[in-house]
DNA sequence: CCTTTCAACTTGTATTTACAAGTAAAATAG
DNA sequence: CTATTTTACTTGTAAATACAAGTTGAAAGG
Protein backbone atom coordinates (compact mmCIF):
# COMPACT_ATOMS: atom_id res chain seq x y z
CA UNK A 1 0.00 0.00 0.00
CA UNK A 2 2.31 2.76 -1.26
CA UNK A 3 1.25 6.22 0.71
CA UNK A 4 1.06 7.97 -2.55
CA UNK A 5 1.61 11.43 -0.89
CA UNK A 6 1.79 14.39 -3.09
CA UNK A 7 3.62 17.47 -0.97
CA UNK A 8 2.59 20.71 -2.17
CA UNK A 9 4.62 23.04 -4.17
CA UNK A 10 4.70 25.54 -1.01
CA UNK A 11 5.56 23.27 1.41
CA UNK A 12 8.34 21.83 -0.64
CA UNK A 13 9.95 25.74 -0.83
CA UNK A 14 9.55 26.07 2.04
CA UNK A 15 11.18 22.95 3.38
CA UNK A 16 14.21 24.18 1.04
CA UNK A 17 14.12 27.87 2.38
CA UNK A 18 13.82 26.58 5.58
CA UNK A 19 16.78 23.98 5.32
CA UNK A 20 18.92 26.53 3.45
CA UNK A 21 18.74 28.65 6.47
CA UNK A 22 19.49 25.89 9.37
CA UNK A 23 22.34 24.55 7.08
CA UNK A 24 24.25 27.82 6.49
CA UNK A 25 23.46 28.79 3.52
CA UNK A 26 21.85 32.18 4.11
CA UNK A 27 22.91 33.70 7.13
CA UNK A 28 21.55 35.66 10.00
CA UNK A 29 21.16 39.35 8.07
CA UNK A 30 21.11 37.93 4.79
CA UNK A 31 18.82 39.10 2.43
CA UNK A 32 16.53 36.56 0.32
CA UNK A 33 16.38 36.29 -3.29
CA UNK A 34 13.28 38.15 -4.25
CA UNK A 35 9.76 36.96 -4.74
CA UNK A 36 9.90 37.16 -8.40
CA UNK A 37 13.31 35.95 -8.24
CA UNK A 38 12.20 32.85 -6.09
CA UNK A 39 9.27 32.49 -8.46
CA UNK A 40 11.60 31.61 -11.65
CA UNK A 41 14.11 29.46 -9.56
CA UNK A 42 11.12 27.09 -8.63
CA UNK A 43 9.08 27.21 -11.46
CA UNK A 44 5.65 28.84 -9.26
CA UNK A 45 4.16 31.77 -8.88
CA UNK A 46 4.11 34.79 -6.55
CA UNK A 47 1.16 33.23 -3.86
CA UNK A 48 2.93 30.33 -3.61
CA UNK A 49 6.26 31.42 -2.53
CA UNK A 50 4.38 34.58 -0.45
CA UNK A 51 2.46 31.35 0.99
CA UNK A 52 6.01 29.51 2.21
CA UNK A 53 7.22 32.90 2.78
CA UNK A 54 4.58 33.17 5.30
CA UNK A 55 5.28 30.41 7.06
CA UNK A 56 8.99 31.06 7.86
CA UNK A 57 7.86 34.80 9.06
CA UNK A 58 5.40 32.63 11.55
CA UNK A 59 8.38 30.46 12.60
CA UNK A 60 10.65 33.61 13.07
CA UNK A 61 13.34 32.53 10.91
CA UNK A 62 12.44 35.41 8.41
CA UNK A 63 11.30 38.86 8.40
CA UNK A 64 9.85 40.72 5.31
CA UNK A 65 9.93 44.54 4.62
CA UNK A 66 8.10 46.38 2.28
CA UNK A 67 10.47 47.85 -0.35
CA UNK A 68 13.73 45.84 0.76
CA UNK A 69 13.45 42.15 0.96
CA UNK A 70 13.16 39.08 3.36
CA UNK A 71 15.84 39.41 5.67
CA UNK A 72 17.22 36.23 7.36
CA UNK A 73 16.50 36.24 11.62
CA UNK A 74 18.52 32.68 12.28
CA UNK A 75 16.96 30.08 12.94
CA UNK A 76 14.25 30.31 15.82
CA UNK A 77 15.72 28.87 19.67
CA UNK A 78 12.87 27.60 21.56
CA UNK A 79 9.31 27.62 19.51
CA UNK A 80 7.44 26.95 22.80
CA UNK A 81 10.25 24.22 23.27
CA UNK A 82 12.06 26.17 26.32
CA UNK A 83 15.96 25.82 26.06
CA UNK A 84 18.42 26.94 28.45
CA UNK A 85 20.78 30.07 28.36
CA UNK A 86 23.59 30.84 30.84
CA UNK A 87 23.27 34.56 32.28
CA UNK A 88 26.72 35.05 30.62
CA UNK A 89 26.34 33.66 27.00
CA UNK A 90 24.73 31.31 25.11
CA UNK A 91 25.63 27.83 25.77
CA UNK A 92 26.33 25.32 22.95
CA UNK A 93 24.76 21.84 22.91
CA UNK A 94 28.66 20.37 23.11
CA UNK A 95 27.79 21.40 27.01
CA UNK A 96 24.51 19.27 27.57
CA UNK A 97 25.70 15.77 28.97
CA UNK A 98 22.53 13.56 29.59
CA UNK A 99 22.92 10.93 31.98
CA UNK A 100 19.81 8.19 32.25
CA UNK A 101 18.71 7.76 35.46
CA UNK A 102 16.04 4.97 34.52
CA UNK A 103 16.19 3.35 31.26
CA UNK A 104 12.66 3.23 29.04
CA UNK A 105 10.75 0.64 30.67
CA UNK A 106 7.22 0.06 30.25
CA UNK A 107 4.94 0.65 33.46
CA UNK A 108 1.56 0.78 34.34
CA UNK A 109 -0.29 4.62 34.48
CA UNK A 110 -2.96 6.29 35.65
CA UNK A 111 -2.23 9.93 35.25
CA UNK A 112 0.45 11.66 33.74
CA UNK A 113 1.25 14.25 36.07
CA UNK A 114 -1.35 16.70 36.33
CA UNK A 115 -2.76 15.73 32.97
CA UNK A 116 -5.66 13.02 32.65
CA UNK A 117 -5.38 10.13 30.38
CA UNK A 118 -8.00 8.50 28.43
CA UNK A 119 -9.10 4.97 28.58
CA UNK A 120 -6.95 3.80 25.57
CA UNK A 121 -3.26 5.50 27.30
CA UNK A 122 -4.57 3.79 30.37
CA UNK A 123 -4.92 0.49 29.36
CA UNK A 124 -2.19 0.51 26.53
CA UNK A 125 0.58 1.37 29.70
CA UNK A 126 3.52 3.79 29.35
CA UNK A 127 7.19 3.42 28.85
CA UNK A 128 8.74 5.78 31.40
CA UNK A 129 12.11 6.95 31.88
CA UNK A 130 14.37 9.23 33.81
CA UNK A 131 17.26 11.65 32.66
CA UNK A 132 19.64 13.79 34.25
CA UNK A 133 21.02 16.62 32.16
CA UNK A 134 24.01 18.42 32.98
CA UNK A 135 25.17 21.51 31.59
CA UNK A 136 28.97 22.26 32.08
CA UNK A 137 29.11 19.45 34.46
CA UNK A 138 26.30 21.01 36.60
CA UNK A 139 23.00 19.34 36.91
CA UNK A 140 20.80 21.76 35.79
CA UNK A 141 17.49 19.39 34.70
CA UNK A 142 16.17 16.73 36.03
CA UNK A 143 13.31 15.23 33.53
CA UNK A 144 10.56 12.45 33.58
CA UNK A 145 8.97 11.17 30.24
CA UNK A 146 6.09 8.93 30.00
CA UNK A 147 4.81 7.77 26.89
CA UNK A 148 2.17 5.76 25.78
CA UNK A 149 2.97 2.51 24.59
CA UNK A 150 0.89 2.16 21.48
CA UNK A 151 3.01 0.97 17.74
CA UNK A 152 6.70 1.75 19.11
CA UNK A 153 8.30 -1.83 18.61
CA UNK A 154 11.42 -2.22 20.19
CA UNK A 155 11.77 0.87 21.64
CA UNK A 156 12.77 0.26 25.25
CA UNK A 157 15.97 -1.53 23.53
CA UNK A 158 17.12 1.58 21.85
CA UNK A 159 20.25 4.00 23.16
CA UNK A 160 19.29 7.06 24.07
CA UNK A 161 23.11 7.88 25.03
CA UNK A 162 23.42 10.81 22.73
CA UNK A 163 20.15 10.71 20.27
CA UNK A 164 17.37 13.23 21.40
CA UNK A 165 14.38 11.49 22.02
CA UNK A 166 12.29 13.60 19.59
CA UNK A 167 14.83 12.44 17.19
CA UNK A 168 14.52 9.01 17.33
CA UNK A 169 10.61 9.38 17.48
CA UNK A 170 10.59 11.68 14.50
CA UNK A 171 13.49 9.20 12.55
CA UNK A 172 12.29 5.47 13.43
CA UNK A 173 8.46 6.15 14.44
CA UNK A 174 7.31 8.82 12.14
CA UNK A 175 6.28 11.10 15.34
CA UNK A 176 6.37 14.52 14.77
CA UNK A 177 5.82 17.19 17.37
CA UNK A 178 3.11 19.64 16.67
CA UNK A 179 2.79 21.38 19.72
CA UNK A 180 1.62 20.88 23.30
CA UNK A 181 0.59 22.71 26.99
CA UNK A 182 2.81 22.69 29.47
CA UNK A 183 2.24 24.14 33.19
CA UNK A 184 4.73 25.72 35.35
CA UNK A 185 5.29 25.98 38.89
CA UNK A 186 7.93 27.09 40.78
CA UNK A 187 8.52 24.61 44.48
CA UNK A 188 11.34 23.95 46.98
CA UNK A 189 13.54 20.96 46.38
CA UNK A 190 12.28 18.12 47.66
CA UNK A 191 15.04 15.31 49.04
CA UNK A 192 15.08 13.75 45.79
CA UNK A 193 16.01 17.04 43.80
CA UNK A 194 18.54 18.09 46.85
CA UNK A 195 20.46 15.26 45.83
CA UNK A 196 20.30 15.44 41.99
CA UNK A 197 21.13 18.51 41.98
CA UNK A 198 23.38 18.63 45.01
CA UNK A 199 21.21 21.76 46.46
CA UNK A 200 20.71 22.30 50.47
CA UNK A 201 17.15 22.41 51.53
CA UNK A 202 14.53 25.92 50.78
CA UNK A 203 15.96 25.74 47.32
CA UNK A 204 13.90 27.32 44.54
CA UNK A 205 13.55 24.70 41.27
CA UNK A 206 11.14 25.54 38.40
CA UNK A 207 9.03 22.47 37.44
CA UNK A 208 7.32 21.77 34.39
CA UNK A 209 4.47 19.20 33.78
CA UNK A 210 3.94 19.30 29.77
CA UNK A 211 1.51 17.12 27.58
CA UNK A 212 3.11 17.10 23.80
CA UNK A 213 1.37 16.96 20.56
CA UNK A 214 2.34 15.34 17.55
CA UNK A 215 0.81 13.87 14.13
CA UNK A 216 -0.42 11.12 14.95
CA UNK A 217 -4.21 11.84 16.54
CA UNK A 218 -4.73 11.34 19.99
CA UNK A 219 -1.12 10.12 20.79
CA UNK A 220 0.78 12.56 23.56
CA UNK A 221 4.38 12.73 25.05
CA UNK A 222 3.98 13.51 28.59
CA UNK A 223 7.01 15.05 30.46
CA UNK A 224 8.05 16.33 33.82
CA UNK A 225 10.92 18.83 34.10
CA UNK A 226 12.18 19.76 37.02
CA UNK A 227 15.25 22.85 36.91
CA UNK A 228 17.35 24.68 38.85
CA UNK A 229 17.70 27.99 37.57
CA UNK A 230 20.12 29.48 40.08
CA UNK A 231 23.10 29.80 37.00
CA UNK A 232 20.76 28.75 34.15
CA UNK A 233 17.48 30.33 33.68
CA UNK A 234 15.02 28.68 30.87
CA UNK A 235 15.21 30.72 27.78
CA UNK A 236 12.50 30.41 25.41
CA UNK A 237 11.15 32.74 22.23
CA UNK A 238 7.36 32.76 21.13
CA UNK B 1 -1.22 65.49 10.39
CA UNK B 2 -4.04 62.86 9.94
CA UNK B 3 -2.58 59.05 10.16
CA UNK B 4 -5.09 58.23 7.42
CA UNK B 5 -4.19 54.62 8.02
CA UNK B 6 -5.89 51.93 5.82
CA UNK B 7 -6.56 48.78 7.39
CA UNK B 8 -6.38 45.53 5.08
CA UNK B 9 -9.68 43.69 4.40
CA UNK B 10 -8.41 40.53 5.46
CA UNK B 11 -7.39 41.87 8.52
CA UNK B 12 -10.98 43.85 9.06
CA UNK B 13 -12.52 40.09 8.44
CA UNK B 14 -9.72 38.50 10.93
CA UNK B 15 -10.99 41.22 13.71
CA UNK B 16 -14.35 40.43 13.10
CA UNK B 17 -14.17 36.91 13.54
CA UNK B 18 -11.53 37.18 16.38
CA UNK B 19 -14.18 39.04 18.45
CA UNK B 20 -16.98 37.04 17.73
CA UNK B 21 -15.21 34.01 19.20
CA UNK B 22 -13.67 35.86 21.94
CA UNK B 23 -16.89 37.61 23.00
CA UNK B 24 -18.79 34.34 22.63
CA UNK B 25 -20.59 34.35 19.83
CA UNK B 26 -19.28 31.17 18.70
CA UNK B 27 -18.33 28.94 21.43
CA UNK B 28 -16.35 25.62 21.49
CA UNK B 29 -17.01 23.34 18.89
CA UNK B 30 -18.98 25.13 16.46
CA UNK B 31 -18.77 25.58 12.76
CA UNK B 32 -17.74 28.83 11.35
CA UNK B 33 -19.95 30.02 8.24
CA UNK B 34 -18.49 28.52 5.17
CA UNK B 35 -15.39 30.43 3.19
CA UNK B 36 -17.82 31.36 0.44
CA UNK B 37 -20.61 32.33 3.17
CA UNK B 38 -18.20 34.81 4.52
CA UNK B 39 -17.24 35.71 1.49
CA UNK B 40 -20.81 37.15 0.31
CA UNK B 41 -21.21 38.33 4.26
CA UNK B 42 -17.77 40.32 4.12
CA UNK B 43 -17.87 41.15 0.16
CA UNK B 44 -13.98 40.30 -0.37
CA UNK B 45 -12.76 37.23 -2.38
CA UNK B 46 -11.87 33.93 -0.67
CA UNK B 47 -8.47 34.49 -0.74
CA UNK B 48 -8.79 37.72 1.71
CA UNK B 49 -11.74 35.45 3.77
CA UNK B 50 -8.71 32.81 3.64
CA UNK B 51 -6.19 34.75 4.58
CA UNK B 52 -7.76 35.67 7.65
CA UNK B 53 -8.97 32.44 8.60
CA UNK B 54 -4.89 31.38 8.16
CA UNK B 55 -4.80 33.93 11.19
CA UNK B 56 -7.12 32.71 13.23
CA UNK B 57 -5.53 29.24 12.89
CA UNK B 58 -1.93 30.37 13.72
CA UNK B 59 -3.27 31.82 16.36
CA UNK B 60 -5.26 28.46 18.01
CA UNK B 61 -8.77 30.46 17.55
CA UNK B 62 -10.04 27.58 15.25
CA UNK B 63 -9.05 24.39 13.50
CA UNK B 64 -9.95 23.67 9.99
CA UNK B 65 -10.56 20.68 8.22
CA UNK B 66 -11.06 19.99 4.40
CA UNK B 67 -14.42 18.89 3.55
CA UNK B 68 -15.87 19.44 6.83
CA UNK B 69 -15.01 23.53 7.91
CA UNK B 70 -13.76 25.97 10.37
CA UNK B 71 -14.31 24.83 13.18
CA UNK B 72 -14.28 27.02 17.05
CA UNK B 73 -11.24 26.26 19.29
CA UNK B 74 -12.44 28.52 21.20
CA UNK B 75 -9.74 31.49 23.01
CA UNK B 76 -6.07 30.34 22.99
CA UNK B 77 -4.61 30.24 26.24
CA UNK B 78 -1.40 31.27 25.82
CA UNK B 79 -0.01 31.58 22.50
CA UNK B 80 3.57 32.42 24.41
CA UNK B 81 1.69 34.95 26.86
CA UNK B 82 1.39 32.77 29.55
CA UNK B 83 -1.70 32.54 31.28
CA UNK B 84 -2.48 30.93 34.11
CA UNK B 85 -5.06 28.17 35.54
CA UNK B 86 -5.99 26.67 38.28
CA UNK B 87 -5.33 23.21 40.02
CA UNK B 88 -8.51 22.00 39.72
CA UNK B 89 -10.69 23.84 36.59
CA UNK B 90 -10.40 26.35 34.52
CA UNK B 91 -10.86 29.70 35.52
CA UNK B 92 -12.82 32.76 33.72
CA UNK B 93 -11.42 36.21 33.18
CA UNK B 94 -14.04 37.25 35.67
CA UNK B 95 -12.17 36.18 38.85
CA UNK B 96 -8.96 38.31 37.45
CA UNK B 97 -9.18 41.79 39.11
CA UNK B 98 -5.78 44.06 38.80
CA UNK B 99 -4.49 46.56 40.91
CA UNK B 100 -2.41 49.00 39.86
CA UNK B 101 0.51 49.77 42.19
CA UNK B 102 2.21 52.19 40.24
CA UNK B 103 0.13 53.93 37.48
CA UNK B 104 2.10 54.72 34.27
CA UNK B 105 4.69 57.21 34.78
CA UNK B 106 7.75 58.55 32.88
CA UNK B 107 10.68 57.44 34.46
CA UNK B 108 15.26 57.00 32.86
CA UNK B 109 15.96 53.82 32.56
CA UNK B 110 19.64 51.69 31.82
CA UNK B 111 18.40 48.28 31.64
CA UNK B 112 15.02 46.58 31.55
CA UNK B 113 15.27 43.58 33.90
CA UNK B 114 18.17 41.43 32.17
CA UNK B 115 17.85 43.07 28.85
CA UNK B 116 20.28 45.64 27.12
CA UNK B 117 18.78 48.80 25.59
CA UNK B 118 19.99 50.59 22.80
CA UNK B 119 20.57 54.33 23.00
CA UNK B 120 17.58 55.50 21.66
CA UNK B 121 15.56 53.75 24.12
CA UNK B 122 17.53 54.51 26.74
CA UNK B 123 17.13 58.46 25.46
CA UNK B 124 13.66 57.98 25.37
CA UNK B 125 12.84 57.13 28.85
CA UNK B 126 10.31 54.81 29.76
CA UNK B 127 6.84 54.54 30.84
CA UNK B 128 6.68 52.23 33.92
CA UNK B 129 3.81 51.05 35.79
CA UNK B 130 3.42 48.17 38.23
CA UNK B 131 0.56 46.18 38.79
CA UNK B 132 -0.47 43.07 41.37
CA UNK B 133 -3.41 40.85 39.69
CA UNK B 134 -6.17 39.11 42.05
CA UNK B 135 -7.77 35.78 41.23
CA UNK B 136 -10.30 35.33 43.38
CA UNK B 137 -9.12 37.73 45.96
CA UNK B 138 -5.80 36.25 46.23
CA UNK B 139 -2.57 37.66 44.83
CA UNK B 140 -1.11 35.37 42.40
CA UNK B 141 0.81 37.90 40.26
CA UNK B 142 2.81 40.57 40.49
CA UNK B 143 4.03 42.40 37.47
CA UNK B 144 6.33 45.44 36.38
CA UNK B 145 6.35 46.49 32.96
CA UNK B 146 8.43 49.27 31.23
CA UNK B 147 7.68 50.35 27.80
CA UNK B 148 9.99 53.18 25.75
CA UNK B 149 8.11 55.90 25.92
CA UNK B 150 8.34 56.86 22.20
CA UNK B 151 5.30 57.74 20.17
CA UNK B 152 2.64 57.09 22.56
CA UNK B 153 0.63 60.27 22.92
CA UNK B 154 -1.51 60.22 25.99
CA UNK B 155 -0.22 57.05 27.35
CA UNK B 156 0.28 57.51 30.86
CA UNK B 157 -3.43 59.38 31.11
CA UNK B 158 -5.01 56.34 29.93
CA UNK B 159 -6.90 54.08 32.23
CA UNK B 160 -6.00 50.34 32.56
CA UNK B 161 -8.05 49.14 34.86
CA UNK B 162 -10.30 47.05 33.39
CA UNK B 163 -8.79 47.20 29.83
CA UNK B 164 -5.84 44.76 28.60
CA UNK B 165 -2.49 46.43 28.01
CA UNK B 166 -1.78 45.03 24.83
CA UNK B 167 -5.25 45.62 23.93
CA UNK B 168 -4.89 49.22 24.71
CA UNK B 169 -1.64 49.00 22.63
CA UNK B 170 -3.16 47.38 19.82
CA UNK B 171 -6.35 49.36 19.57
CA UNK B 172 -5.09 52.80 20.16
CA UNK B 173 -1.54 52.37 18.93
CA UNK B 174 -1.85 50.18 16.32
CA UNK B 175 0.91 48.15 18.28
CA UNK B 176 0.90 44.50 17.89
CA UNK B 177 2.88 41.63 19.72
CA UNK B 178 4.87 39.95 17.35
CA UNK B 179 6.73 37.41 19.42
CA UNK B 180 9.56 37.81 22.01
CA UNK B 181 12.01 36.15 24.11
CA UNK B 182 11.49 35.42 27.90
CA UNK B 183 13.69 33.83 30.94
CA UNK B 184 12.45 32.24 33.29
CA UNK B 185 13.37 30.91 36.95
CA UNK B 186 12.44 29.79 40.14
CA UNK B 187 13.23 32.06 43.24
CA UNK B 188 12.20 32.41 46.71
CA UNK B 189 10.09 35.50 47.68
CA UNK B 190 11.62 38.65 48.96
CA UNK B 191 10.36 41.02 51.42
CA UNK B 192 8.34 42.98 49.13
CA UNK B 193 6.73 40.15 47.59
CA UNK B 194 6.21 38.75 51.00
CA UNK B 195 4.21 41.32 51.11
CA UNK B 196 2.13 41.57 48.44
CA UNK B 197 1.55 37.83 47.70
CA UNK B 198 0.69 37.24 51.94
CA UNK B 199 3.33 34.80 52.20
CA UNK B 200 5.70 33.77 54.79
CA UNK B 201 9.89 33.38 54.03
CA UNK B 202 11.39 31.15 52.01
CA UNK B 203 8.26 30.67 49.68
CA UNK B 204 9.10 29.85 45.73
CA UNK B 205 7.94 32.02 43.34
CA UNK B 206 8.28 31.85 39.71
CA UNK B 207 10.08 34.92 38.38
CA UNK B 208 9.38 35.91 34.27
CA UNK B 209 11.48 38.09 32.31
CA UNK B 210 9.80 39.05 29.35
CA UNK B 211 11.19 40.89 26.27
CA UNK B 212 8.31 41.30 24.02
CA UNK B 213 8.59 42.27 19.69
CA UNK B 214 6.01 44.22 18.59
CA UNK B 215 5.12 45.37 14.89
CA UNK B 216 7.01 48.28 15.41
CA UNK B 217 10.78 48.10 14.30
CA UNK B 218 12.64 48.59 16.94
CA UNK B 219 9.59 48.98 19.56
CA UNK B 220 9.78 46.43 22.32
CA UNK B 221 8.01 46.04 25.79
CA UNK B 222 9.74 44.57 28.66
CA UNK B 223 7.70 42.88 31.44
CA UNK B 224 8.84 41.17 34.65
CA UNK B 225 6.01 39.09 36.07
CA UNK B 226 6.14 37.39 39.80
CA UNK B 227 3.95 34.35 40.37
CA UNK B 228 2.99 32.98 43.39
CA UNK B 229 2.04 29.63 42.09
CA UNK B 230 1.37 27.85 45.03
CA UNK B 231 -2.40 27.85 43.69
CA UNK B 232 -2.61 28.28 40.24
CA UNK B 233 0.13 27.14 38.06
CA UNK B 234 1.62 29.38 35.09
CA UNK B 235 -0.22 27.93 31.89
CA UNK B 236 0.91 27.96 28.29
CA UNK B 237 0.38 26.59 24.98
CA UNK B 238 3.21 26.36 22.07
C1' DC C 1 -33.41 -2.68 5.53
C1' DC C 2 -28.67 -2.19 4.44
C1' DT C 3 -25.04 -1.02 1.27
C1' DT C 4 -23.26 1.47 -2.48
C1' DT C 5 -23.13 5.35 -5.51
C1' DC C 6 -23.48 9.97 -6.45
C1' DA C 7 -24.12 14.83 -5.93
C1' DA C 8 -23.49 18.83 -3.32
C1' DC C 9 -21.15 20.71 -0.25
C1' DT C 10 -16.61 21.89 2.29
C1' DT C 11 -11.44 23.40 2.38
C1' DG C 12 -6.71 22.97 -0.25
C1' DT C 13 -3.78 24.32 -4.01
C1' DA C 14 -2.35 27.09 -7.82
C1' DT C 15 -2.32 30.46 -11.59
C1' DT C 16 -3.00 34.96 -13.56
C1' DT C 17 -3.56 39.71 -13.27
C1' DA C 18 -3.52 44.29 -11.31
C1' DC C 19 -2.36 47.94 -8.56
C1' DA C 20 -0.66 50.07 -4.01
C1' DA C 21 3.09 51.31 -1.12
C1' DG C 22 7.69 51.36 0.69
C1' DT C 23 12.89 51.59 -0.40
C1' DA C 24 17.05 52.82 -2.52
C1' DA C 25 19.87 54.24 -5.96
C1' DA C 26 20.35 56.64 -10.24
C1' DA C 27 19.25 60.76 -12.85
C1' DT C 28 18.29 65.54 -12.76
C1' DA C 29 18.01 70.39 -11.46
C1' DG C 30 19.76 73.95 -8.74
C1' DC D 1 28.64 69.50 -5.04
C1' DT D 2 24.03 69.18 -3.01
C1' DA D 3 19.23 68.61 -2.78
C1' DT D 4 15.39 66.95 -5.26
C1' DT D 5 12.98 64.06 -8.42
C1' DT D 6 12.51 60.07 -10.92
C1' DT D 7 12.86 55.28 -11.74
C1' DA D 8 13.30 50.64 -10.88
C1' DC D 9 13.10 47.68 -7.74
C1' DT D 10 10.97 45.40 -3.45
C1' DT D 11 6.82 43.46 -0.69
C1' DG D 12 1.54 44.14 0.37
C1' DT D 13 -3.21 43.68 -1.02
C1' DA D 14 -6.94 41.98 -3.78
C1' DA D 15 -9.69 39.94 -7.36
C1' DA D 16 -11.21 36.28 -10.62
C1' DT D 17 -10.77 31.63 -11.95
C1' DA D 18 -9.92 26.70 -11.93
C1' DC D 19 -9.48 22.29 -10.29
C1' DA D 20 -8.20 18.80 -6.50
C1' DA D 21 -9.58 16.40 -2.47
C1' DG D 22 -12.09 15.33 1.74
C1' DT D 23 -16.93 14.99 3.94
C1' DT D 24 -21.66 14.24 4.25
C1' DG D 25 -26.15 13.08 3.32
C1' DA D 26 -29.48 11.86 -0.16
C1' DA D 27 -30.69 8.81 -3.85
C1' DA D 28 -30.40 4.37 -6.04
C1' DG D 29 -29.51 -0.33 -5.98
C1' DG D 30 -29.43 -4.87 -3.98
Given at each position: MPQNIVIPQHRKVYEILRSHITEGVFHEGDLLPSENELCTVHKVTRP???KA???????????RHQGKGS????????VGILSLTGTTSAIGQDNLLTHIVIKPEIRNWQEA???????REVESGCIYMERLRLVNNKPV?????????????????????N????????????VEVKGGEQKLLSIVADERLMEYFKVGPGHPVLQL?????????????????????AEYALYGIF
Open positions: TIRLDRLVNEGYIVIVKGVPKGFTFPLNQFFDITMIPNINLPRFTSRNFEKSLFDVLRKYYQNRKIETNRPGFYIYSQVFCNT
